[in-house]
């Protein structure tokens, strides 16, 4: 999991007659003034302003009504509490798309797509591949393999009812051809596949990221032990759920590479083997039954 943005004190927010109490103030000074980072700022005050970030680099003097930066000026001051860009925004782009997302799912993150992207290595030449991804939170793997691979039939699981709405809502938005169900892991499911795939709760309780990440839920960031323990659980069930040939694609933390591999190793996976994320950290493991 990539750890919180941490705003560092800057210069204050405008105060009652600087862009608030009936003046209007220009988005340069907003920004400059935000007390958080500017590109921050300038994605925050785009979404006040319905605009797009560009246009307020091409045009830094524009206005901004008392209302707008009322609204600008609470969300600076929740970001400057912690509080995640993406949460404030309502959404966060993933492999080039737009997703919904609240406090009930995790923000996707740009390792993840490592992940997304070795599942299409896996699927060429499959037609009509069979595909589950567990714990689908809001739900941007599942779909985003579903658009990729139109031929594809994809399955999506998660136990919390508030992310699979979230992940509903996503796939409708993006017209994704996704079937959602709710429960644990394999449990609503029978058949097999030729691609699982899944971002289970992998941080350890005592992992020092947990408190920069504290808007986002705790479940779906750690099992409160030492962050292996769905990890071995979908390894161990998921032989009984793969096609001949079939692999699981398991994302993991920056130090369970090794034990990954063992892992599936015991379980009955023939091959394994390990991809790094764009940063050259272990980020995936990948097994295959043939």
Known sequence: MTAAFAPSPQAPLPQAGEGSSGSIASARDLIESSGID????????????DA????????????????????FRDLCARRARGEPVAYLLGQREFFGRLFRVDRSVLIPRPETECLVEAALRQM???????????GTGSGCIAITLAL?????Q??????????????????AA??????????????PLRGRFELIVANPPYVASGDPHLEELSYEPREALTDGADGMSNLVQIARDAPKHLATGGALLLE?????????????????????HTLQDLAGIERVCVGRIN
């Open 38 to 49: 500017a590109s921050e700022a300038r994605s925050l005050l785009a979404f006040v302003l």
């Open 52 to 71: 797009k970030r560009e246009a307020l680099i091409a045009r830094p003097q524009q206005p901004v009504t008392p209302d707008g930066v009322a609204r």
């Open 124 to 134: 060429q030449g499959i037609f009509a591949p069979r595909v589950l991804d567990l």
């Open 148 to 152: 990729e691979r139109p031929d594809a």
């Open 154 to 171: 994809v399955w999506a699981i998660d136990v919390s009812r508030s992310a699979l709405e979230v992940a509903r809502r996503n796939a």
């Open 174 to 187: 993006l017209s994704a051809s996704v079937a959602f169900l709710c429960g644990c892991w394999f449990a």
């Open 252 to 272: 993991h933390g920056y130090n369970q590479g090794r034990a990954v591999r063992k892992l599936m190793a015991s379980s009955g996976f023939d091959s394994t």
